[in-house]
């Protein structure tokens, strides 16, 4: 516990009668109270990659309903120093690949990047060990959570979870027409979603008696897998899950099988 005290206080008879006080509430059996600590954030990627035109207009070939995080990404390679990268997709994002690829080569300075070729099914198949054997010095894999640590895996890895923009506003009207203020929600969904689910959450939870978002860790708040999903008990009237297949939501049902479950699907 830190305290940030002015100097001009230091030496007042008023910090000495604080000092007494907080002595005396010890004494006494009552727990001191703690402050929340104040967290910064600070915008670490310098602007020489945020505002790079040639870059922008690169990334803007892409499409702009995924968020690829190249600007994250060209500045881990930079600082890192790596030169040989390996790029992970799941095989509906593989048709990015290659210009994801030339991207990370033209203004990362990539030398060599290597597309690894087989299906990626789940955020367990992280394949390190083929990156490494190709003696990649980093691995980045699209698509799916860190259920795997970075930590534990045999050269350094990155994940991107690649956020989908969707009609947020949509969703919200959808939930609203579809259940009475009286229910308790519990959102969910897929983590391509994750950040519309939380925005959603603020807005309804203004017109319903609970909205409430489950976490199974080490997953995000919110997430779902096909093999590992949160169990919610008795806290929700009804599951709104987003998202755009049914293998996530089936595994939410099968570990809270009492509890109705509705699908959002943002592409239908």
């Known amino acids: 516990l830190f305290l940030c005290i002015p100097m001009a206080a230091e030496m007042s008879p008023a910090m000495g009668a604080i000092t007494a006080t907080t002595s005396a509430s010890k004494g006494d059996g009552e727990q001191p109270r703690r402050r929340k600590p104040v967290r910064v954030v600070r915008q670490l990627i310098p602007d020489e990659i945020l505002k790079n035109e040639a870059l922008n207009q690169a990334i803007a070939v892409l499409n702009q309903n ?33 210009a994801i690829g030339d991207i990370m080569e033209e203004f990362a300075g990539v030398k060599h990047t290597v597309i690894l070729g087989d299906v990626t099914y789940g955020a367990c198949c992280v394949d390190d060990f083929s990156a490494k054997a190709m003696e990649c010095e980093l691995l980045i894999h699209y698509g799916h959570s860190c259920l795997v640590p970075v930590d534990q895996t045999s050269i350094p890895c990155m994940y991107i979870f690649v956020n989908m923009k969707i009609d947020l506003q949509h969703f919200i009207d959808c939930v609203k027409l579809s259940f009475d203020p009286s229910k308790r929600l ?70 809270n099988p009492d509890i109705p479950a509705y699908r959002y699907d943002p592409y239908a």
């Open 66 to 98: 995924y968020d690829f995080e190249i600007h994250k990404t060209i500045w881990r390679i930079k600082k890192s120093g790596v030169t040989k990268v390996a790029l992970q997709f799941p095989e509906g994002l593989l048709m990015y690949a290659c």
């Open 186 to 255: 519990i959102v969910s969904g897929t983590i391509q979603f994750n950040k519309e689910m939380h925005g959603a959450r603020k807005v309804l939870a203004e017109h319903f008696a609970a909205v409430s978002i489950p976490q199974c860790k080490p997953l995000s708040s919110g997430e779902v897998l096909g093999c590992t999903a949160p169990c919610v008990g008795s806290q929700g009237d009804a599951i709104v899950f987003l998202a755009d297949g049914r293998f996530h939501l089936e595994a939410l049902m099968i570990a």
